[in-house]
């Protein structure tokens, strides 16, 4: 799982933050209630998933991949250490899962290793590939990969993958410290592992199993807890992949030559540099041809998709989604432990303030329809388990004023703001991150949305949190911090665990509950393997996490993919032959096109 974060930005055409200034300075309604749907929405089946070749791919060459954010990527750049989205796209190019999945996300048997799965379904031999090798030339083995797991089990171990690794038998114990060895691990040769697991469980086969194997060479007399700042990591880093780090500006650019040994077979390409490239600059840097690929605002593609005739856009369905969280507790250890005196602890007015917003607008006058009203905290992206006859808390600005009002929060003194149902003053402080110009504006959106049905809520330090500092100040649970702004990447599994349990560190709000637990436990148990009990169990989920509301989703998105002209062979559709293969990446001319040629 990852934190995005979004996290993958809030990010808005000029025309439309001029637009929702106006919606949020309107007390009588926002300019869609007033003037209606738009008749010219977008939709992402108007796109394309994958660029081929528009001509023969030259031999070589060099290719430049935006990253697109406001802020430096923190350069953790390893699997097992990493915690940001950036960071893992800065990683993709130059390491790799050694298990690939298809477009169910199901594992297949086409990666870096091959598996065989016992007949009770709880034990996995893996082998690796005899060709597939580390970026020094030394040879990836099960050895390597069984050492990741005691790393992410050592209690040193400063990140949280750990939980991914949960379900391997005799893991806890390790982490524990009551074992000196990871039982469910057996080395079988030096390219064979063997993994058994406490549980069977659908999430195995569909990205449950930890599949990121650490050189033992490499990391194997390092403490633990040196791990994370060393070298090894921040400055040089090695992985599998098609393509080699050569060289890093910290947190702005990566330079990659291509992996002649890569086991899939030699890159197309000779190099590509990643380089952050902000939001507000991103557009200019396609059109003169500064950049080949980046992932494109949305929000932006409407007001510039003609000056950007040298580029093709591809698109998907986002696995992800944002939403508003209310904090309920603390991280404490190891687990999440509510708070019942916490300012957002009453249900009540975590309802109303879900009923108060329109989300829908939202999508449609600043996304053109590319995102859209999210219901459930299990999006559309995953239709079997997505509960669509579940509406959510729907905008419905007098069912929250009544909702306050038999809950006890009136306006007491007559300034047009509600007190809390003891008579005091009730101030909402609010944690949203920077990114765009509509980060701001959307901010405010909901400021103002919450104000029209009385309720006083400003943002944490009066400003936008820059997006490292948003997380760490949410992980380290800030008093400051009431209700907050946040993104989730689903990944390919649905188990929303990794957010929503009680022992989930990214469990940000703090919220714990035993009929979840036990839902979301049954969600990936031996049963759950008959995919209609599991979408039953789902179905149950998201109505308790409806009812209940720690959080509610804001908005469901797509992804679009701005691809120069010259680019062939990027697919940006999961599990597909060539989004899991980047050496058949390749180019048609030495240069980018550029606008206007």
């Keep these: ?134 970026h020094d030339g030394k040879p990836v083995t099960a050895e390597d990969w069984a050492f990741a797991f005691e790393v992410l089990g050592d209690p040193d171990y400063p990140g949280t993958r750990f939980a991914e690794a949960s379900n391997v038998q005799g893991f806890e114990d390790y982490r524990s410290g009551k074992a000196d060895s990871i039982s469910g691990l057996k080395i079988i040769d030096d390219k064979t592992l063997q993994i058994t697991f406490v549980e069977a469980n659908p999430s195995l086969l569909a990205s449950g199993i930890w599949t990121h194997p650490l050189p033992k060479h490499i990391f194997g007399d390092m403490k633990v807890a040196d791990m994370e700042s060393s070298p090894e990591i921040r400055e040089h880093p090695i992985g599998f992949g098609p393509f080699k780090v050569d060289s890093i500006v910290p947190g702005e650019s990566v330079v990659y030559k291509k992996n002649e040994d890569y086991w899939r077979g030699e890159p197309k390409l000779d190099e590509v540099i990643l380089k952050v490239v902000n939001p507000s600059v991103v557009t200019k840097s396609l059109q003169d041809g500064d950049v080949d690929i980046a992932v494109y605002p949305t929000d932006q593609y409407k007001d510039n998709v003609k000056a950007l005739s040298n580029v093709d856009f591809l698109g998907k369905i986002d696995l992800a989604y944002t939403y508003i969280g209310f904090k309920l507790g603390k991280w404490q250890d190891n687990k999440n432990v509510m708070d019942p005196n916490m300012k957002m602890s009453d249900v009540n007015l975590r309802k109303a303030m879900a009923h108060a917003v329109n989300n829908q607008d939202v999508g449609e006058q600043f996304y053109d329809g590319l995102r859209w009203a999210g219901t459930t905290v299990i999006p559309p992206s995953h239709p079997a388990f997505h509960d669509d006859s579940n509406p959510g808390l729907e905008y419905d600005p007098e069912q929250s004023k009544k909702i306050l009002d038999e809950n006890g929060y009136k306006d007491t003194n007559g300034d047009g703001l509600r007190e ?97 637990d036990q839902l979301l436990a049954e ?7 008959d995919e209609q009990y599991r979408s039953e169990v789902y179905e149950k989920w998201q109505k308790l996490m409806t009812e209940e509301i720690p959080a509610f989703p804001t908005l469901y998105r797509s992804e679009l993919t701005a691809v120069n002209k010259r680019v062939a062979n990027w ?27």
Excluded at 22 to 39: L, P, R
Excluded at 497 to 506: D, V
Excluded at 523 to 529: L, N, P, Q, T
């Design 1 to 134: 799982m990852k934190k995005l974060y979004q996290s993958k930005l809030l990010l808005v055409l000029l025309a439309a933050f001029m637009l929702l200034v106006t919606a949020c300075n309107n007390e009588e309604g926002s300019t869609a209630e007033k003037e209606g749907k738009k008749d010219d929405l977008l939709s992402i089946d108007d796109f394309a998933s994958a660029k081929k070749a528009d001509g023969e791919i030259i031999d070589g060459g060099t290719l430049t991949y935006g990253l697109v954010s406001d802020t430096p990527f923190e350069g953790t750049l390893n699997f097992n250490f990493y915690q940001g989205t950036y960071d893992d796209e800065v990683i993709s190019w130059f390491d790799e899962s050694i298990l690939d999945a298809d477009e169910n996300y199901m594992y297949t048997q086409d990666g870096a290793a091959t598996f065989e799965v016992s007949e009770d379904k709880k034990t996995f031999t893996f082998t690796i590939r005899d060709n597939v090798n580390w």
């Design 523 to 529: 969600g990936i148990s031996e049963k759950a393997f």
């Design 571 to 597: 697919d940006v559709k999961p599990g597909t032959k060539l989004f899991n293969d980047r050496s058949q990446l390749g180019v048609t001319a030495e240069k980018p096109e550029v606008a206007g040629q």
């Design 420 to 516: 809390d149902k003891n008579g005091n003053e009730l101030v909402i402080n609010f944690a949203s991150m920077s990114g765009g110009d509509i980060a701001e504006p959307l901010a405010n959106y909901y400021i103002q949305k919450w104000k029209e049905v009385g309720l006083n809520v400003k943002l944490v330090d009066g400003r936008l949190l820059e997006f490292n500092s948003f997380y760490d100040r949410l992980e380290a649970d800030d008093k400051a911090i009431d209700i907050f702004q946040g993104a989730w990447g689903v990944g390919s599994d649905v188990d929303p665990t990794g957010l929503w349990g009680s022992a989930a560190a990214f469990n940000y709000t703090r919220w714990t509950n035993e009929e979840s």
